[in-house]
C-alpha cells in the first residue's frame, strides 16, 4: 500500500510538486528533499521558532505543518527573503547589529521580523516583542535582536 501522495505547491515563488507522504512534516521536505536547509529544527515541538516559515502570508512553525495542508500554498523559507543578491533590510540589519549568534533561532527571528514589518511599518518596542514573542534564542538574550529589528524599519 503506497501512502504517497503528490502535492502542488509554491516555495519561494517557484512551483513544485512532489510526491511525499502526506504526514511528512512540511520541514523535513524542505531540508531533505528540497535542499532548503535555512530552515532549521530546533525543538520538534512547535515551540522555539527555529523552523519559521510563511504559509500564504502567516508564519508558521514548520515542525508542526503536514505536507496534506500545504497542498496549493504559497511558501517562503528564509532562502526566499532575499530579493537576488540583495539581502532583505531585516537580514542586513541582523548581521549588521549582532542579532545573529550561533544561527540555530537566525531564520525564525527574521521571517517573524518580516512578517512583523509587513503588517506593521513602525512597530513599538511592545510590537516587536510580541511579533518575535514564538521564537526563542538561547545566545543574544535578544536585546540584539531587538535592535536589530528597530533598525531595519528605520532604514
Known sequence: MNNRHTVEFKVNGEARSLEVFSMARLLDVLREQLQLTG?????GEGECGACTVIIDGQIVNSCLVPMAQVNGCEITTI???AG???LHAVQQAFIDHGGAQCGICTPGMVLAAVDLLNRNPEPTEHDIRNGLAGNLCRCTGYMKIFESVVRAYKK
Open 39 to 43: 530552515t532549521k529544527e530546533g525543538c
Open 79 to 81: 532562502e526566499g527573503v
Open 84 to 86: 537576488g543578491d540583495q
